[in-house]
T-cell receptor
């Protein structure tokens, strides 16, 4: 049933490392894409939107490849506070509804 | 300002009991969403409201699940005759309008014994 596939990890990386996550989606009609962050036992929070041209927010870079149907998130200079689960999300809208489809999430642990 | 709030935060129900989960969205947010998140999974869409209108309930897993938002603000998700497979965190999210950033509440952790 899952239309979004993510590597669940866990990714264990040392502080200062660069880490990248990919997420593939199956529905080519997907309209919008996002990365959400979810800390343990907390609610998801929007990290950043993903655009075809790529977008950067500080140490975070998100990329969308529509031809290959995947999105990516790159985190440079990892901090301990980056430890969380990262969820890729795509949005379909139509017939008055907006459905977010979440991946299972990729768990990142940044180690001192 | 106040974010999305949900109550109760934790609920333990015996199999077969009915439960009601409440969501208070951010004031003025037109759109409201319910999600179910099982352990180790991402949230799964359940239903979507625009004001008081339930525009999409395609994600509700069975007719035991019912959601309402009668006055276009507070919403209640009701689960009748709970089953063990209903155990999950139920997340509510609201957005100013449908395609905007969604703000999530802390969730209600439901455990059916």
């Amino acid at each position: 049933r899952k239309e979004v596939e993510q590597d669940p990890g866990p990714f264990n990386v040392p502080e200062g490392a660069t880490v990248a996550f990919n997420c593939t989606y199956s529905n080519s009609a997907s309209q919008s894409f996002f990365w959400y962050r979810q800390d343990c036992r907390k609610e998801p929070k929007l990290l950043m939107s993903v655009y075809s041209s790529g977008n950067e927010d500080g140490r975070f870079t998100a990329q969308l490849n529509r031809a290959s149907q995947y999105i990516s998130l790159l985190i440079r200079d990892s901090k301990l506070s980056d430890s969380a689960t990262y969820l890729c999300v795509w949005v379909m809208s139509g017939a008055g509804s907006y459905q977010l489809t979440f991946g299972k999430g990729t768990k990142l642990s940044v180690i001192p | 300002g106040a974010g999305v709030s949900q109550s109760p935060r934790y609920k333990v129900a015996k199999r077969g009991q009915d439960v009601a989960l409440r969501c208070d969205p951010i004031s003025g947010h037109v759109s409201l969403f319910w999600y179910q998140q099982a352990l180790g999974q991402g949230p799964e869409f359940l239903t979507y409201f625009q004001n008081e209108a339930q525009l999409d309930k395609s994600g509700l897993p069975s007719d035991r699940f019912f959601a309402e938002r009668p006055e276009g603000s507070v919403s209640t998700l009701k689960i009748q005759r709970t089953q063990q497979e209903d155990s999950a965190v139920y997340l509510c999210a609201s957005s100013l309008v449908g395609g905007d950033e969604q703000y999530f509440g802390p969730g209600t952790r439901l455990t059916v014994t």
